[in-house]
């Protein structure tokens, strides 16, 4: 905008506020009194406890750059987040070590007899715990989190964490085939949302600190800290801010320092130094991309059918997946759990062809059936285990295609990882870090970059499949991300925008008594009301009406001075909202009720609190243009 109009709505708005001001102060005094010639000074003294109180705290957190608030409170968030990451791997590693003797992921060592009957006891265990929960009450996973920041509130209700804690670790102690990486942001996220909720933060801010539980949980599970924190921007929020950036990174920091010092640093695989051989395999590489991205299709679809089983009883559902795996696991005891184990033995070429065949097919088919059929499991670990088995026959054939010239097969498994956790999450840059930070290793950056590419293109254009969170989140007729604009909005509190300056009046109040008030309010040296409140107390019916129109109908010559509920200019049925809420929502409330203000309220669960605020369609529309470009449409 040039200067010169600048300064025109500079001057425009000076011009309007000194002519309220001249107006209000033109008002004939009452008689035997000239308040406006005695009004005193007030003078406010701010403390240091005032100024740092919690109050207002979470007024600043309402503004959309808040980064010295939420950079404090992501600290907290990843403390949280790493307890919980160290109880909740301690549970599987304890549980595991108690009934088998054996470490959460080596199932091959136990006996035919135990293999087969682990996973149906285990899943008829979490089947018969949570079938009389409603089905809300089991959502879990991923998912489940990027479901309820589709809503305006995000609240992560704390049952839900409960059941991804207790059944997570149980499938998981009990072999069924799924990832903890899943379970672990879950719990992160409803951490942080209780942080939120229980401190009453806007809930703007509240969607940071889940992603930030998300970032911190991804970090601590794989010791990957930018990996966590482009997992959090990617695949959660699907968005990148400065204001919701810089939290993420403190708290994946945070949460991996933690846990680290209670698990050490190793990295989840062993992975040996690989580079390319040579330009001469790229475009084998991009073939194998497309094979893998069939494949992560596949495993998209079946999880898919799974989950539209026509079975509607959660523990015979449950009991299906722990048949499913017990059965497998006769055969393919590899299939077992997350699979991690194997990808060691992958990565240093113990297998054979034949059993990388079937450990495919049967790892595919039993993680969708578990996942698909409700186990609250993830899907990250499982699908680095099938996409290095793909990776591993990938750099097989291409060893007796290119004899002379191919690549180490341990490339072709981190490359086969990569694509497969790229393709079936949609995170292609997410994974690109992972792969990096799990290898050390920048030689494998540009072939892992072409595969990625490939194998995601060919899931979302050719098969026109989405990630397996968002496929989830269709079916429950979810639509993520939200718009641009409306993610604008719910990074921003109302009270933020809202305005303080009003009046509230008894609707029996009449233009004479109006007009003393309004002399009032200039004596206690508050400005010039922009708004005129007129609330109900036996009903709670709040109108509303313009200061400059109260003005001009305090100065009018009435015979018999008329109420305030009587005036014609009084908008009526104000709709009210909390003070914790976001821009996005407060659109949705105007255009619900058709109306062009809103009262902000200090709103609880239980009552409902004084009005603190004013916020109007006009103030939304005007700060959207003025921060995001063209305004929305009011």
């Known amino acids: 905008m040039p200067p010169i109009f600048i300064a025109q709505n500079y001057l425009s708005a000076f011009s309007e506020g000194f002519e309220k001001h001249t107006r209000l102060y033109s008002l004939r005094p009452l008689p035997n009194s000239n308040p406006l010639t005695r009004m005193p000074k007030k003078t406010v003294r701010i403390t240091p406890l005032r100024l740092f109180s919690l109050k207002n705290f979470r007024r600043s957190l309402s ?11 992501a600290i907290l968030v990843g403390v949280i987040t790493a307890f919980v990451m160290i109880l909740f791997r301690s549970f599987i590693e304890v549980g595991a070590d108690s009934l088998f003797g054996i470490n959460s ?13 682990s996973p149906i006891i ?44 207790f059944a997570g670790g149980i499938a998981l102690v009990a072999g069924l085939s799924g990832g903890r990486e899943g379970p672990a942001i879950h719990l992160g996220a409803t951490g942080a949302s209780v942080l939120g909720s229980t401190l009453k933060l806007p809930y703007n801010s509240i969607r940071i600190l ?32 400065i204001a919701t950036f810089i939290p993420v990174i403190i708290s994946a920091v945070t949460g991996a320092v933690l846990v680290r010092a209670v698990f050490g ?88 062809v034949s059993l990388l065949i079937t450990f495919l097919v049967a790892k595919l088919v039993v993680t969708a059936g578990c996942v698909g059929l409700g186990i609250p499991l993830g899907v990250i670990g499982p699908s680095l285990v099938i996409g290095a088995t793909l990776g591993a026959l990938a750099g097989t054939v291409g060893g007796a295609l290119m004899p002379a010239s191919a690549s180490p097969i341990s490339l072709y498994v981190l490359l086969g990882m990569t694509a497969m956790m790229a393709a079936i999450l949609q995170a292609p840059l997410f994974s690109l870090m992972a792969v990096l930070e ?26 026109r499949k989405k990630s397996v969170f968002t496929s989830r989140l269709s079916a429950l007729g979810l639509g993520y991300p939200p718009a641009p604009m409306t993610q604008y909005l719910l990074r921003t509190g ?48 709040t109108s509303i009406l313009r200061g400059e129109e109260a003005l001009n109908a305090s100065n009018s010559n009435f015979g018999s001075p008329p109420k305030l509920d009587e005036m014609p200019q009084l908008k009526r049925d104000l709709p009210h909202i909390s003070v914790r809420s976001t821009l996005a929502e407060a659109l949705w409330s105007l255009e619900q009720t058709e109306s062009e203000t809103l009262c902000v309220r200090e709103l609880t669960n239980a009552t409902v609190g004084p009005i603190v605020g004013v916020l109007s369609r006009r103030h939304i529309v005007n700060h959207s243009a003025l921060t995001q470009g063209p305004p929305i449409s009011p």
């Open 63 to 73: 503004h959309e750059n808040a980064l010295p608030q939420l950079a404090l409170l």
């Open 105 to 117: 992921e080596n199932f091959e060592m136990l006996d035919i007899v135990v293999r087969f009957l």
């Open 122 to 165: 285990g899943a008829t265990l979490i089947g018969v715990l949570l079938f009389r929960l409603p089905s809300n009450k089991r959502e879990t996973g991923v998912a489940h989190v990027m479901s309820k920041l589709s809503e305006y509130q995000t609240r992560l209700p704390v049952i839900n964490a409960l059941v991804q804690f």
């Open 210 to 241: 889940v992603a930030c539980g998300a970032a911190a949980a991804i970090a601590s599970s794989f010791n990957t800290p930018i990996a966590g924190v482009i997992f959090a921007m990617e695949v959660v929020v699907m968005e990148y801010s």
């Open 265 to 352: 640093s190793v990295a989840a695989f062993t992975v040996p130094a690989v580079d390319l051989t040579g330009p001469t395999e790229l475009p084998y590489i991009i073939a194998a991309g497309f094979v893998i991205g069939c494949f992560a299709a596949l495993f998209v679809q079946l999880v898919e059918l799974f989950a539209r089983s026509k079975i509607s009883s959660y523990w015979v559902r449950a009991s299906i997946a722990g048949v499913l795996t017990g059965c497998v696991g006769l055969v393919i005891p590899q299939a077992l759990g997350i699979g991690y184990d194997t990808v060691d033995l992958i990565l240093a070429e113990q297998y054979t």
């Open 438 to 463: 799990l290898t050390a290793n920048p030689n494998i950056i540009l072939p892992a970059m072409l595969i990625i590419v490939v194998a995601t293109m060919t899931m979302s254009q050719v098969f």
């Open 494 to 541: 109302v009270e933020s925008l809202m305005t303080r300056n009003f009046l509230v009046l008894d609707p029996e109040t009449n233009i004479n008594e109006l007009r003393q008030a309004l002399v009032s309010h200039a004596v206690a040296g508050k400005p010039f009301p922009e708004w005129i409140i007129v609330e109900s107390e036996p009903t709670g019916e």
